[in-house]
């Protein structure tokens, strides 16, 4: 866990040297923020102004004097500069170095942003719609190409067929994250890859923290680069499918292909778990985050209904007037939504996920027993591997990501009037 940096005594004749950071406009807002460390916030124009004059070497008390002269207010400089310290944004403080864990090491540190440059181009989302078009019409024209749940059961050994699906998903997921961290690296941004959660599902995910100082094209393409790779997968199998019949020894293996690569994007749908069209809807509507701000928004519901229910306590006071209106209503419309999916999506858990695995785990124990073939028994260590394995490789990765660590997107350091 990254531990905090301790703050080091400031005084009104205090000069600090900050990292190097970079932002844009974004409203009548700034963010601003540290690539290396993927540390970012937004701050009011203000904000701006006090890290612009102490990036050009001003004391804590001559900033404060330039801000008196532009505004005629006084401004809690020093009280700002500890919260750009508790961001990791001030590299040292009177020529005392802040100490600072490690920046994380990004995925792929090879990858340069002239390697992947081409992701960026403007007619590459044509090319792609071309290519989609294409298989499209072959799979109108073939019906007998179309996927189906059969392609999953290439073989009459469960436990292969088990052992191959999620080899062929997990290699289709690590390149559906490798299309985020392209186009994330060719904008500059660092991006990492690691394991995560999303309800009951473990999941790869890549952190593109930095994305949101880049223009609005690149940060789309960075959302929507994972769905276009499994597109253009699909798009490519499907040609392949057609150019060499179902005869071909690899038929098999391109169907199965072609029918998880597709099987994966409706997953994108349930926007209330923060997928790569989560980001996309907060982009569009402007928020700054949206699922913070709709679990805010769903907690606040339920502390009023409890409140009508036991008539005491004091009125809790609605988040949302915080925001501007139209954050405010897309994040009603984002509750809603945030609400009935998680509840859906932990129902299907507790009522088919949840009990098919306890039937899966039970079946493969019983054939590790005694008197069973040899086949058997491989078969049943195949299965217990795979479906216990992911339970408990889910378990590790939910109980590290519980680990606090600041977000980075909702905290908004505001220079105090």
């Known amino acids: 866990m990254a531990t905090v940096p301790a703050v080091p005594a400031l005084s009104p004749s205090s000069r600090i040297r900050l990292h190097d950071l970079t932002g844009r406009p974004d409203g009548g807002e700034w963010i601003?923020?540290?690539?290396?460390?993927?540390?970012?916030?937004a701050l009011p124009p203000v904000g701006e102004r006090v890290v612009g004059l102490l990036g050009e070497g001003l004391s804590l008390d001559e900033v404060?004097?330039?801000?008196?002269?532009?505004?005629?207010?006084?401004?809690?400089?020093?009280?700002?500069?500890?919260?750009?310290?508790?961001?990791?944004?001030?590299?040292?403080?009177d020529g005392a170095p802040v100490p600072e864990d490690a920046p994380p090491r990004p995925s792929l540190p090879w990858l340069t942003p002239r390697h992947v440059r081409w992701v960026l181009a403007p007619a590459l989302p044509f090319l792609l719609a071309a290519l989609i078009a294409a298989a499209a019409a072959v799979l109108v024209r073939r019906p007998d190409l179309r996927p189906g749940y059969r392609d999953l059961f290439w073989s009459p050994h469960g436990s292969l067929v088990l052992a191959a699906g999620l080899a062929v998903a997990w290699g289709l997921a690590l390149l559906h994250e490798c299309g985020h961290l392209a186009a994330a690296r060719a904008a500059?941004?660092?991006?990492?890859?690691?394991?995560?959660?999303?309800?009951?599902?473990?999941?790869?995910?890549?952190d593109i923290s930095g994305i949101e100082v880049a223009p609005r094209r690149h940060r789309l393409t960075a959302y929507l680069g994972g769905p276009a790779v499994n597109?253009?997968?699909?798009?490519?199998?499907?040609?392949?499918?057609?150019?060499?019949?179902?005869?071909?020894?690899?038929?098999?293996?391109?169907?199965?292909?072609?029918?998880?690569?597709?099987?994966?994007?409706?997953?994108?749908?349930?926007?209330?778990?923060?997928?790569?069209?989560?980001?996309?809807?907060?982009?569009?509507?402007?928020?700054?985050?949206?699922?913070?701000?709709?679990?805010?928004?769903?907690?606040?519901?339920?502390?009023?209904?409890?409140?009508?229910?036991?008539?005491?306590?004091?009125?809790?006071?609605?988040?949302?007037?915080?925001?501007?209106?139209?954050?405010?209503?897309?994040?009603?419309?984002?509750?809603?939504?945030?609400?009935?999916?998680?509840?859906?999506?932990?129902?299907?858990?507790?009522?088919?996920?949840?009990?098919?695995?306890?039937?899966?785990?039970?079946?493969a124990v019983d054939r590790l027993g005694s008197g069973q073939?040899?086949?058997?028994?491989?078969?049943?260590?195949?299965?217990?591997?795979?479906?216990?394995?992911?339970?408990?490789?889910?378990?590790?990765?939910?109980?590290?990501?519980r680990r606090p660590r600041r977000p980075a997107q909702a905290v908004r350091p505001r220079v105090a009037r």
């Not at 002269?69 to 500069?81: K, L, M, P, Y």
């Not at 949302?320 to 129902?347: D, F, I």
């Not at 040899?374 to 889910?394: C, E, F, S």
Request: charged share 20%; proline share 4%; with cysteine.
């Open 231 to 363: 597109l253009t997968v699909a798009s490519g199998a499907v040609l392949l499918l057609a150019a060499t019949g179902r005869t071909a020894a690899w038929h098999p293996a391109v169907s199965l292909v072609l029918l998880l690569a597709l099987v994966q994007l409706p997953f994108q749908l349930m926007v209330f778990m923060r997928t790569d069209l989560y980001f996309v809807l907060q982009d569009l509507t402007g928020c700054r985050d949206l699922y913070g701000d709709g679990a805010a928004l769903a907690r606040h519901l339920v502390r009023r209904a409890r409140r009508a229910v036991v008539r005491r306590g004091p009125r809790p006071v609605d988040p949302g007037l915080a925001l501007p209106a139209r954050e405010r209503r897309a994040v009603r419309w984002y509750c809603a939504v945030q609400v009935v999916g998680t509840a859906l999506c932990l129902g299907v858990l507790a009522t088919v996920s949840l009990p098919a695995d306890l039937v899966l785990l039970a079946h």
């Open 188 to 206: 500059g941004v660092p991006a990492r890859i690691r394991l995560g959660t999303r309800l009951q599902f473990l999941v790869l995910q890549t």
């Open 64 to 93: 404060d004097r330039v801000l008196a002269a532009e505004s005629g207010g006084r401004t809690d400089v020093a009280g700002f500069v500890r919260e750009l310290v508790g961001l990791g944004f001030v590299r040292e403080v």
């Open 32 to 41: 601003v923020g540290r690539m290396a460390t993927g540390a970012f916030v």
């Open 373 to 401: 073939s040899a086949a058997a028994r491989l078969d049943g260590a195949v299965v217990l591997l795979t479906v216990g394995g992911a339970q408990v490789l889910w378990a590790v990765t939910r109980l590290r990501r």
